[in-house]
């Protein structure tokens, strides 16, 4: 089995990826998740995220492939349940390290959640957020009011980070982006392209009228007051790709994209 690979299959509650499950559970041999070599997650990029996820919460650092059976699938291989056991045999693989948040909330909670795609800060209420912004402990934005602002790995940069205008990140390039979510002042502030060894701080400068939340790709932590954000160098995540689909790829090809 793939080089005595050991697989196991997980699937979103869809009717599509439910009904390829059961298709693939009857021409393969599959084992547990805590006993598997390799993944393979059928739905869209959430339910990728949330395979990545519980990966890292099992502190499992299982090489995941993805088939998409979801809406955008961009980080997801095309579906088939043919030579499924060659496509694995034959992937490519690509390591990412994911994000760390720390926030501290208003009440003095501290919660710490990873992100594979981005953590982004977002204002609660009608009224735009203050943010101070810190760059290695140094402040850079004094006063940035917004809708919110994000930091994106490069596997997050064409996810809610493209859609907001910031940059596309080579996934080699050991960057990430910082980018502001409608940025009313300083108005023509688009962002920055940091090294992913900088450790970038907010401080929410009028949390109780101007409250904001932080999202770790699919966790929020509602009224925060501070939130450091890192990259977690010791918990590297794996994806696998068909050669022609590889992940880096796709990042370049969507710079030119319209």
């Known amino acids: 089995m793939t080089g005595e690979k050991r697989l196991a299959l997980t699937a979103s509650p869809t009717p599509a990826a439910q009904a390829a499950e059961a298709e693939l559970r009857k021409r393969y041999e599959w084992v ?18 949330q395979t990545l996820h519980t990966m890292l919460e ?13 809406t955008v699938g961009f980080l997801m291989n095309e579906y088939s349940a043919d030579l ?23 009440s003095g909670e501290r919660i710490e959640s990873p992100a594979i795609n981005e953590v982004s800060l977002l204002r609660e209420t009608r009224q735009t957020a203050w943010i101070e912004v810190k760059v290695d402990g140094r402040v ?13 790995s490069p596997a997050g940069s064409t996810a809610y980070n493209f859609s907001v205008q910031g940059p596309i990140l080579p996934l080699d390039s050991s960057l990430v982006a910082l980018t502001p979510i409608s940025p009313f002042r300083p108005r023509r502030w688009r962002g920055a392209i940091l090294p992913d060894r900088t450790r ?3 401080r929410i400068l009028d949390p109780i009228k101007r409250p904001v939340s932080a999202v770790a790709d699919q966790r929020e932590v509602r ?3 501070t939130v450091e ?19 880096d790829d796709r990042i370049a090809r969507e710079q030119f994209t319209f």
């Open 229 to 247: 954000i890192s990259v977690d160098r010791g918990s590297p995540l794996t994806l696998l790709f068909d050669p022609e689909h590889a992940l």
């Open 140 to 152: 850079v934005l004094p006063e940035l009011v917004c809708d919110g602002v994000l930091v994106a």
């Open 223 to 225: 009224d925060v007051a």
């Open 32 to 49: 547990a998740l805590d006993k598997a070599d390799i993944i393979v997650a059928l739905g869209g990029d959430g339910f990728l995220l």
């Open 58 to 70: 099992r502190h499992r650092a299982v090489p995941v492939f993805g088939m998409n059976l979801g």
């Open 200 to 202: 970038i701080s907010f």
């Open 84 to 106: 499924l056991e060659n496509r694995l045999t034959h992937a490519k693989s690509i390591r990412v390290s994911p994000l760390r948040m720390e926030a501290t909330t208003v």
